[in-house]
């Protein structure tokens, strides 16, 4: 856990703070490849005295109508959002919508678009791994994963289920990372697109976990195109990174948010409760949407 991040506070000494009036905008549930329901999530939250959460599914707005439900039972504020996996300048780069429209009909295309290109990667990494002698089905998957947003994370579940593997990890590490032979690359619209396109549904483009992409020279560009924020606190990042990007996002005038990037119960992955983001940025993120 990275303890700075508990008090992801502008001014506050790195010592624990109430739970009280705290933020995590950076969830997944099982509308991509989380293990929770939002309802789950939404009750996790409650336990931990969040005050407010957003949901960011990759590629896909669908879990946030019953998030927003039950969030709003528990009396948490529940923000609309996405993650969409974007590219600059050959880098990879995740970019959080946050207040998006979730019914804006560009949005709801594009990302129709991004998920039959997530099924097909699926196929194709399944056709690989049929090719070295692995007999999964492209359905195993697709049933597993009971979603429009596949991913690799449900070929390694899947490969496991099916005592093809003896775990996720030997998965990715025998057939699904990259430059193994079961990897396939994966589409990414360009960041300058993805920010575009979560503005049209009037929603906020905030790069996630820069210091998991090494893309710093990518966000002074960005930020002169539109890009709002910068996820300065992040479950991988340790108090220099957070301290690091603080000073870019005042730097480049960027909102400061932050997120476990909790995925459930997935080896290895970040659960919620780890990072807490001060109702401060939280305001100031809302401040930036008015303006
Ligand atoms: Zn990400
Ligand atoms: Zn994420």
């Known amino acids: 856990m990275n303890p700075y991040a508990i008090t992801a506070d502008p001014g506050a000494s790195r010592q624990e703070k109430p739970a009280d009036g705290t933020a995590d ?37 669908e879990g946030c109508e ?3 439900r039950a969030c709003q039972s528990l009396g948490i504020e529940c923000i609309t959002g996405t993650e969409l996996t974007a590219e600059f300048d050959g880098h990879e780069v995740h970019l959080l919508g ?4 979730a019914h804006q009909p560009k949005l709801l295309t594009e990302i129709k678009k991004f998920q039959t290109v997530r099924q097909e990667r699926i196929r ?10 692995i007999p999964l089905r492209a359905e195993t998957v697709f049933e597993l994963a009971n979603c429009h947003s596949p991913g690799r994370p449900h070929v390694a579940r899947a490969l496991e289920q099916e005592g093809l593997c003896v775990s996720m990890d030997q998965a990715f590490e025998r057939y699904l990372k990259k430059g193994r032979p079961a990897w396939v690359p994966k589409y990414k619209i360009s960041a300058l697109d ?16 820069p210091g ?17 924020g910068l996820e300065c606190f992040h ?26 990037d909790c995925h459930g119960f997935s080896k290895g992955k970040p659960l919620i409760g780890g990072v807490r983001l001060s109702a401060v940025y939280l305001q100031k993120l809302k401040e930036a949407r008015r303006s």
């Open 25 to 61: 905008l950076h969830l997944h549930t099982l509308f991509s490849d989380g293990t929770f329901t939002p309802e789950e999530l939404a009750q996790r939250g409650a336990q931990l005295g969040f005050a407010a959460m957003a949901l960011t599914d990759h590629d896909t707005v």
């Open 66 to 68: 019953r998030m927003s």
């Open 98 to 101: 946050y207040f998006l429209d």
């Open 124 to 133: 194709e990494m399944v056709s690989r791994l049929n090719g070295l002698g």
């Open 194 to 209: 993805a920010i575009a396109l979560i503005h049209q549904a009037n929603g906020l483009a905030v790069m996630a976990h």
């Open 212 to 228: 998991l992409n090494h893309c710093d020279q990518a966000i002074p560009h960005l930020a002169s195109d539109g890009l709002d």
């Open 235 to 260: 479950s991988r990042h340790n108090a220099a990174q957070s301290e690091h990007y603080l000073a870019m996002a005042r730097r480049l005038n960027l909102a400061v948010t932050g997120g476990s």
